[in-house]
């Protein structure tokens, strides 16, 4: 992203997580940084996450969210795109052992 864009991190945020703040020119986004531990806690961040980023201004947000997993299927079922709250919502998952 070079000198064009600017990233910033946001911490702490009450949860312990740390935000990415991206800035390029008028455009702006947030990667929110997550680690799962369930479905039902998930399915809570990224409600946060919409929260969020529609108190940002922002009409979409990304998390990445780190899982204890390495198989790649159950990875693929945690990568979701979902409307939540008229916020697009991007989950990325993350596998780590």
């Known amino acids: 992203m070079g000198k064009q864009c600017v990233v ?7 949860n312990g997580q740390v935000d990415l ?19 039902y806690e998930a399915k809570f961040a990224l409600g946060q ?5 529609k108190k940002r201004g922002l009409e979409q947000v990304t998390v ?7 198989d790649e ?9 979902e409307t939540i709250e008229e916020v697009l919502v991007k989950v990325v998952a ?3 052992t």
């Open 64 to 70: 990445a969210m780190f899982a204890p997993f390495d």
């Open 21 to 39: 703040h991206l800035g390029c020119g008028d455009k702006r986004g947030i990667i929110e940084i997550k680690s799962f531990f369930n479905n």
């Open 8 to 14: 910033s991190p946001e911490f702490p945020t009450g």
């Open 73 to 81: 299927s159950v990875l693929e079922k945690l990568s979701v795109v």
């Open 94 to 96: 993350i596998g780590w």
């Open 49 to 53: 996450a919409a929260k969020y980023a």
